[in-house]
């Protein structure tokens, strides 16, 4: 009886206190179900080696969000959807000795007038093309093709509203076709025919994404590179670098993988979940740049000539530590058993004709004065008749390639930035060997990310050898780091803060 007294007088002494110790009870219970839930995060500066460890889920979302901006959730959104125009091309070529087109439907006519061979719509009847000079075109179906022949346009614009076929053939006679959806714009200048593909932004993407993306990768890592591709989208929307062909992009990785592959279920599902959306910094869309795989830590845009990390604020220096070791391009070395003069010279003049920047040339490199006027510059080039010396003459953020001194005869030459490096280096026909064993063959080398090792017979360069790790430039979100930190249990919007510093995620307007 006693118990039953002392007990009811506790239950009122605590009805009637303030309800601090409550709180308390609650708030213990929610952060046991707190740290349940958070245990997929996990701290990824230390000891990952293919099982991750959770440490404290508090801690790390401090340690990993501290410095970025907090983020709307990420929820797709509608709005004024623009229309992007992609320049088609076949290795990098845009124009090609032959192009073909094969139209979803059969909406097309002929007629010939005075000699003059024109396309109209079956409709309408209204003259879609006209000119003297003939070109070949087909439609129909299994049991028939019929050809079109017809003149080119006076305007540069032809337009095909629907789904068509384009088949393009090189200078070496190899043919690539693709499908594409949208709008078909057919240009042609002084250096021959271009083709131009029109398509909502939002459709362009289910494109993007399972081209520079494995559709197989987790689904918000997906969704990840879905808004990073949008907003990389958006800023050439408003760029006019491919003015003169009427178009914002290329389908090359000089901008975006486009239809290399098709589209996937799960590339529309993470362009749908994400639709809209976009990375800012101070309200306005960022370059987002990415890349593949790292080394274990990422560079600054400064790798590239005429950029200045003054005005990426948002791509800094990341160490990542073990995060991606399972990659198999982690690591890798590449071995150059006999150097080709001739491939060494094409890289180096490919380069400068991309980009004069890209080379410098002195008669004597140890004298900063001796650096041949432009006008000089392309001849220098082509007489490299032998390498003597090479070296990586300076580097960059995270220790990445920023300069190659290649020393001839006559010439002493410097290339600029780590992407004409690896294209110089990697111009020979030699394999590399990744970390697990296998081998893959690459016209460029992977990274900037390596040293270099070389061996001469007297004052001939014989061969050298590259130990370097990562795939691709290092700046801005990687691909197989974002693969990992979704199985990590990281969402889009985690894996976009981890990358990216003081970013938020925005609606185009």
Known sequence: MKYRYLLSFIIILLLVSKPVFWEKVFSFAGMEHNLILQTADCNLREGFSGQISVNSAN???QNETASMSVINSIA?????????RVLLTFDGQIYSDEISLSFSQDGFVYEEKNGEISLLDSVEKDRLYSGEDLLQFFY???????????????????KYEDSFSVTMVNDAGVSKQ?????????????????????????HYLYYVVPSEMPSSFPLESLKAQAICARTYAVVHLQNKSLARYN???NDTTAYQVYNATGTTNQARQAVDETRGLILCYEDEPITAFYYSCSCGHSTTPDIWPGYDVMDFPYLVYRNFDNLEEECPWYSWNYAVEEVSLENIRDGIENRYRANAECVTVYTDYSDPESILPDSEEYNAILELDSVSYMEIAARGTGDVAQELL???????YIIHGEYSIRYVLGQQDYELRLQNGESATSTIVPSGFFEMECRYEGDELLSYELLGGGFGHGVGMSQYGAKYLANAGYSAQDILTYYYENVTIETIE
């Open 59 to 61: 801690e790390v979302l």
């Open 76 to 84: 797709p959104v509608e709005y004024t959807e623009p229309n992007i």
């Open 178 to 202: 693709i499908t594409c959806e949208g709008v078909c714009i057919i240009g042609r200048d002084e250096q021959g025919i271009y083709i131009v593909n029109e398509l909502p932004l939002e």
């Open 140 to 158: 129909g179906c299994d049991s028939e093709v019929r050809y079109l022949y017809f003149g080119t346009f006076e305007e540069n614009t032809w």
């Open 406 to 412: 290649v020393c001839g005869d006559e010439y002493d």
């Open 247 to 249: 178009a914002h992009v």
